[in-house]
């Protein structure tokens, strides 16, 4: 084994990825060998999916894990074409395979690409599996030719787009939506099942495009202008966009245009539970009005650190009705406890048909008050995130922007709550040599304030 090649390989909070002069094929057959080991001592055997985005690289990227699952005897089920991650991960569920891995970058720029593993439940994997599946990177073993597994090539969309229709069991007739697809595995998907609940659909950027228009295929409001004119405009009653393997979702609205996705989670949730019971979780860095929401309802919050994968862990563990995080990745987990943008965007147009998500919004904010977020960053090398978190733990004050320190929350760095409701949240970024400033406060002056005062805890210390 090339040691070079197995030190770049690197598991994140969600898979790997790697610009492509470091994602090459033979370290993505190391990974491939790695998950077929780790699958064989965890006793798993049978058929593993394969499935890819609409990266140019992506489909031969996806012939090379198929290759070396089926060298190490597992059978292989493989997209015939780009299909969103949540799309893969209910199948993963739902036929009861060993996993799946998914060639995809999300949202990251044409020049990277990367690597998702799915277990069988089709959450996200824990930190336990994915130190196993590094632990075991080496070079593809060669079995005898009787031995190896089969590749079947499917259509991984089908069955679950039925599924999701059933599952919203809405009518969207009368309602008009823009969707954006941003050139990723969600076109012709997600405007396919709003199209077929009776919605009518104008769909943007429709088409494969492995360079993403240019930019990257992260659904942010400086990324749609495009949307958010033509819902002001009237053209459409809500606006939807994927990002580039379609597990998250921004939503745009005649009114707000770009929905803040706290303000979004806290609808979705409240209109969920006009139906339905359960309780609901979210990242540190989450607004509370979404608990606010909760305790109107008599349900309670589960508080996690910040990876859907933790969330997910919460929604088993608590038996959850949903589990979202502020950065758009939200999940239902009677459908799936995994993050999908493409099934939320049809519950998101059922919710809208029956009352718009700006009417929703405005009666929760004059319900439960008003929330402003933000988040700053603070440049810090990675060999000193640790040693500032320590040092902080020792520095923390007694009051923060004028207002005392009422808990501290460790759950994922260190989140201040304050005597009047707001809160700061120190953390390091698992993507980048940098400290992550949250704060949450009633307006945004108040919001400036507490992040200057998050900036001036850390900013010494780095």
Same mark, same amino acid.
């Given at each position: 084994?090339?040691?070079?090649?197995?030190?770049?390989?690197?598991?994140?909070?969600?898979?790997?990825?790697?610009?492509?002069?470091?994602?090459?094929?033979?370290?993505?057959?190391?990974?491939?060998?790695?998950?077929?080991?780790?699958?064989?001592?965890?006793?798993?055997?049978?058929?593993?999916?394969?499935?890819?985005?609409?990266?140019?690289?992506?489909?031969?990227?996806?012939?090379?894990?198929?290759?070396?699952?089926?060298?190490?005897?597992?059978?292989?089920?493989?997209?015939?074409?780009?299909?969103?991650?949540?799309?893969?991960?209910?199948?993963?569920?739902?036929?009861?395979?060993?996993?799946?891995?998914?060639?995809?970058?999300?949202?990251?720029?044409?020049?990277?690409?990367?690597?998702?593993?799915?277990?069988?439940?089709?959450?996200?994997?824990?930190?336990?599996?994915?130190?196993?599946?590094?632990?075991?990177?080496?070079?593809?073993?060669?079995?005898?030719?009787?031995?190896?597994?089969?590749?079947?090539?499917?259509?991984?969309?089908?069955?679950?787009?039925?599924?999701?229709?059933?599952?919203?069991?809405?009518?969207?007739?009368?309602?008009?939506?823009?969707?954006?697809?941003?050139?990723g595995s969600g076109r012709g998907v997600t405007s396919a099942l709003?199209?077929?609940?009776?919605?009518?659909?104008?769909?943007?950027?429709?088409?494969?495009?492995?360079?993403?228009?240019?930019?990257?295929?992260?659904?942010? =409001? !400086?990324?749609? @202008?495009? $949307?958010?004119? +033509? *819902?002001?405009?009237?053209?459409?009653?809500? &606006?939807?966009?994927?990002? #580039?393997?379609?597990?998250?979702?921004?939503?745009?609205?005649?009114?707000?245009?770009?929905?803040?996705?706290?303000?979004?989670?806290?609808?979705?949730?409240?209109?969920?539970?006009?139906?339905?019971?359960?309780?609901?979780?979210?990242?540190?860095?989450?607004?509370?009005?979404v608990d606010r929401v909760a305790e109107a309802h008599g349900q309670?919050?589960?508080?996690?650190?910040?990876?859907?994968?933790?969330?997910?862990?919460?929604?088993?563990?608590?038996?959850?009705?949903?589990?979202?995080?502020?950065?758009?990745?939200?999940?239902?987990?009677?459908?799936?406890?995994?993050?999908?943008?493409?099934?939320?965007?049809?519950?998101?147009?059922? =919710? !809208?048909?029956? @009352?718009? $998500?700006?009417? +929703? *919004?405005?009666?929760?904010?004059?319900?439960? &008050?008003?929330?402003?977020? #933000?988040?700053?960053?603070?440049?810090?090398?990675?060999?000193?995130?640790?040693?500032?978190?320590?040092?902080?733990?020792?520095?923390?004050?007694?009051?923060?922007?004028?207002?005392?320190?009422?808990?501290?929350?460790?759950?994922?760095?260190?989140?201040?709550?304050?005597?009047?409701?707001?809160?700061?949240?120190?953390?390091?970024?698992?993507?980048?040599?940098?400290?992550?400033?949250?704060?949450?406060?009633?307006?945004?002056?108040?919001?400036?304030?507490?992040?200057?005062?998050?900036?001036?805890?850390?900013?010494?210390?780095?």
């Open positions: 084994m090339d040691e070079d090649d197995a030190a770049a390989i690197t598991f994140g909070t969600d898979g790997w990825r790697a610009t492509l002069d470091e994602f090459t094929a033979p370290r993505v057959r190391m990974v491939g060998q790695a998950v077929a080991t780790t699958l064989r001592e965890q006793g798993e055997a049978g058929t593993v999916a394969v499935g890819y985005d609409a990266r140019e690289t992506s489909r031969g990227f996806a012939e090379e894990l198929s290759r070396v699952l089926c060298a190490n005897g597992f059978d292989v089920l493989v997209s015939d074409r780009d299909t969103p991650t949540p799309a893969v991960a209910w199948t993963v569920k739902e036929r009861g395979l060993a996993g799946a891995l998914q060639i995809t970058a999300s949202h990251n720029p044409p020049e990277y690409n990367g690597v998702k593993f799915i277990p069988s439940s089709g959450a996200p994997g824990l930190p336990e599996t994915t130190e196993d599946i590094v632990s075991n990177l080496a070079d593809p073993e060669s079995l005898p030719e009787d031995e190896w597994g089969t590749v079947t090539e499917e259509d991984l969309v089908a069955d679950y787009a039925d599924h999701a229709i059933e599952y919203a069991d809405a009518d969207l007739a009368g309602l008009s939506v823009a969707y954006d697809a941003m050139h709003l199209e077929r609940a009776g919605a009518d659909v104008t769909a943007m950027r429709d088409t494969q495009d492995p360079d993403f228009g240019g930019g990257s295929p992260e659904p942010t =409001a !400086e990324n749609v @202008e495009e $949307l958010i004119r +033509r *819902v002001r405009e009237g053209d459409a009653d809500l &606006g939807v966009v994927n990002d #580039g393997d379609a597990d998250r979702l921004g939503i745009v609205t005649p009114e707000r245009g770009y929905l803040d996705p706290n303000l979004y989670f806290a609808a979705m949730y409240d209109y969920l539970l006009e139906s339905r019971s359960g309780d609901v979780v979210r990242t540190v860095s989450t607004s509370s009005i309670s919050v589960h508080e996690t650190a910040v990876g859907f994968k933790w969330v997910a862990q919460a929604m088993a563990d608590h038996d959850a009705l949903m589990g979202g995080e502020e950065s758009g990745g939200f999940g239902l987990a009677d459908h799936l406890r995994n993050k999908d943008g493409v099934l939320l965007a049809l519950v998101t147009a059922a =919710a !809208e048909h029956e @009352e718009s $998500l700006d009417a +929703r *919004v405005d009666r929760l904010l004059s319900e439960h &008050g008003e929330i402003h977020q #933000g988040r700053i960053s603070v440049d810090c090398p990675e060999d000193r995130k640790a040693p500032v978190l320590d040092e902080l733990e020792s520095e923390l004050p007694d009051s923060v922007a004028g207002e005392s320190v009422d808990d501290v929350n460790t759950v994922d760095g260190f989140k201040i709550g304050l005597a009047d409701g707001t809160w700061v949240l120190v953390r390091p970024s698992g993507t980048e040599p940098k400290l992550r400033v949250y704060a949450e406060a009633s307006s945004d002056e108040r919001l400036d304030e507490l992040l200057s005062a998050g900036r001036e805890l850390v900013a010494p210390l780095v």
